[in-house]
Nanobody, 119 residues
Framework: QVQLVESGGGLVQAGGSLRLSCAAS????????MAWHRQAPGKGRELVAA???????NYADFVKGRFTISRDSAKNTLYLQMNSLKPEDSGVYYC?????????????WGQGTQVTVSS
């Protein structure tokens, strides 16, 4: 019963910055972690960054030092600040939320937002 809606995608030049947002609504109790994944054409979905309930973060090697994942608990919103963007960062970015509810794992995905980085 969690809905995730991404926003903030768009077209940006290489070296530029972009901030993605993911607004969560519904029953978020039991959610232990949230993350951003991305998928480029012809490739599988890959983890970009994750944040757990205790605030711990985890980043893919290819974005370390460039991307920052954060959350605003009051607004139930997840963010991904992307700096020094590269053309290979292009793809559809998806918001994810997961956890355990009623002793069962739960997984939720947003609809995705397109990010295109020009060379």
């Amino acid at each position: 019963q969690v809905q995730l809606v991404e926003s903030g995608g768009g077209l940006v030049q290489a070296g530029g910055s972009l901030r993605l947002s993911c607004a969560a609504s519904g029953s978020i109790f039991g959610i232990s972690g949230m993350a951003w994944h991305r998928q480029a054409p012809g490739k599988g979905r890959e983890l970009v960054a994750a944040i757990t309930s205790d605030g711990s973060t985890n980043y893919a090697d290819f974005v370390k030092g460039r991307f920052t994942i954060s959350r605003d608990s009051a607004k139930n919103t997840l963010y991904l600040q992307m700096n020094s963007l590269k053309p290979e960062d292009s793809g559809v970015y998806y918001c994810y939320a997961g956890g355990i509810r009623s002793l069962r794992p739960v997984n939720y995905w947003g609809q995705g937002t397109q990010v295109t980085v020009s060379s």
